[in-house]
């Protein structure tokens, strides 16, 4: 009988053996699973951020665009402006100036008229 025992400890520690095996094995895989369910989620969540940071990025692309066209319109009509403006200050001087200086030889002339009947007089007085 003490050798039946014995055979029947070896067996039951042999199915022990086994079932803790089976069940360690069966417990890696609901780890395994797990594992993936949370790589799955991760990725799931870098994807979303990933995507919200892009989209951010586009918003902040596009506000930044529409400012910088809105600042350039402003600047070329300003620059328009200030064009208008000294086209209409400056034209009439520039009209002045060229009539003064279309006059400059008549007034030199008449300027030098007494000087020439002078030097003509005294032309005459030498001969």
């Known amino acids: 009988m003490a050798s039946h025992n014995v055979s029947k400890t070896l067996t039951d520690a042999g199915y022990?053996?086994?079932g803790l095996?089976?069940?360690?094995?069966?417990q890696g895989q609901a780890a395994g699973r797990d594992l993936r369910v949370r790589a799955e989620k991760a990725n799931d969540c870098l994807h979303t951020r990933s995507r919200d940071a892009q989209e951010r990025i586009q918003d902040r692309s596009r506000a930044a665009r529409?400012?910088?066209n809105a600042r350039v319109r402003t600047t070329v009509a300003r620059a328009?402006?200030?064009?208008?403006e000294l086209e209409k200050r400056v034209e009439p001087v520039v009209g002045q100036v060229q009539t003064q200086i279309?006059?400059?030889p008549e007034r030199v002339v008449q300027a030098m008229e007494p000087v020439a009947a002078r030097?003509?007089?005294l032309a005459g007085n030498a001969a």
């Open 16 to 18: 022990i053996v086994i």
């Open 21 to 26: 095996g089976v069940m360690t094995f069966q």
């Open 66 to 68: 529409a400012h910088a």
């Open 80 to 84: 328009t402006e200030l064009r208008s």
């Open 102 to 104: 279309g006059e400059l």
């Open 119 to 121: 030097v003509r007089e």
